[in-house]
């Protein structure tokens, strides 16, 4: 691959745009970790670009987990962050109801226990989560029950995700003052061995084609999710560097929000689907486009322990 995108970063370059920013934003699943193992290297290239004074945070679109719970995680794997160094759509969306919406009453979550933990942590009480299987006929489903404090509709990953949680939505959702808010719109989730699984994206237009409405997203791309980052760190796009295995999610939200971008091919992008974004002539997908592409993080070590240094 060649060309003023897309190049693949190595040798003397990677100090150069190392040099170029104070804080790297890393995405997880895909780039730092694969399920349960660390990549190997990643540890270490987070090591020392925290000893070379880098703020170094963790943005995932993971709903189903706590920051408590991804820092928990990322320290078993060596990683060693704190929970403020963790943004998850969980963490995210409960801050966009408050800070954005100015939400007080209720939401109905259609999502997981982490994420009713962290609406709750801000003081936004959550109604929903668990299983709801269905009862009676149809005229009853649309006559469901609704609490009346209810100001949202909110939709992250939900294992128990039914026809009664998507009807129950619904009902909400025609209320026109009700706010609708997804986590991310990531459709398949990559497994080990090629597999994949539905991801919140599927459960979230299934939501929207019912209510007849379109979410706001909080995760990534949505500026809205660096936004959270920066001003919780006072951080200069132009001076950050956003580290992704997805062109769509990861790549798209650097461009968008104007940091350097940095794919990292263990993940689910690859760089030939980079070099066809940035050859098709299309502006929405040049978009995805990373300044840089590496096979791992582990690349970036050379430069991080002055291995790539000339002799004298």
């Given at each position: 691959m060649s060309g003023s995108q897309c190049a693949r970063l190595g040798g003397p370059l990677v100090r150069q745009l190392l040099d170029s920013v104070d804080s790297v934003l890393f995405d997880c699943d895909?780039?730092?970790?694969r399920?349960?193992?660390?990549?190997?290297?990643?540890?270490?290239?987070?090591?020392?670009?925290?000893?070379?004074?880098?703020?170094?945070?963790?943005?995932?679109n993971n709903s189903t987990k706590t920051r408590r719970m991804y820092a928990d995680k990322l320290s078993s794997l060596g990683f060693h962050a704190a929970e403020d160094d963790v943004f998850g759509t969980a963490f995210c969306c409960a801050a966009y109801l408050r800070s954005e919406c100015g939400l007080r009453g209720k939401v109905y979550l259609v999502g997981s226990d982490a994420m009713r933990q962290e609406?709750?942590?801000?003081?936004?009480?959550?109604?929903g989560v668990?299983?709801?299987?269905?009862?009676?006929?149809?005229l009853d489903w649309a006559s469901v029950p609704l609490d009346p404090e209810v100001q949202a509709v909110v939709v992250g990953f939900d294992e128990h995700f039914s026809y009664m949680k998507l009807n129950r939505a619904m009902q909400y959702l025609t209320q026109k003052d009700c706010l609708f808010v997804g986590t991310n719109r990531d459709t398949r989730l990559p497994l080990e061995g090629g597999k994949a699984v539905p991801g919140t994206g599927c459960l979230l237009q299934a939501v929207e084609t019912?209510?007849?409405?379109?979410?706001?997203?909080?995760?990534?791309?949505?500026?809205f999710m660096f936004e959270c980052v920066a001003r919780r760190f006072g951080l200069r796009p132009e001076r950050c560097l956003m580290v992704g295995d997805r062109l769509d999610t990861d790549i798209l939200l650097g461009s968008a929000c104007g940091l350097k971008t940095l794919l990292t091919l263990t993940g689910v992008s690859t760089a030939a689907e980079a070099a066809a974004h940035r050859d098709s002539g299309s502006a929405e997908r040049?978009?995805?486009?990373?300044?840089?592409?590496v096979e791992s993080i582990a690349d970036l070590l050379p430069a991080l322990q002055g291995e790539d240094e000339p002799p004298l």
């Open positions: 895909g780039v730092i970790w399920g349960d193992q660390a990549i190997p290297g990643a540890a270490r290239v987070i090591s020392l670009l925290k000893q070379r004074g880098k703020r170094v945070v963790f943005v995932t609406l709750e942590a801000l003081g936004i009480q959550a109604v668990g299983p709801d299987p269905v009862s009676g006929k149809q019912a209510a007849q409405r379109q979410a706001q997203t909080v995760g990534k791309p949505s500026r040049r978009a995805m486009v990373p300044d840089y592409y």
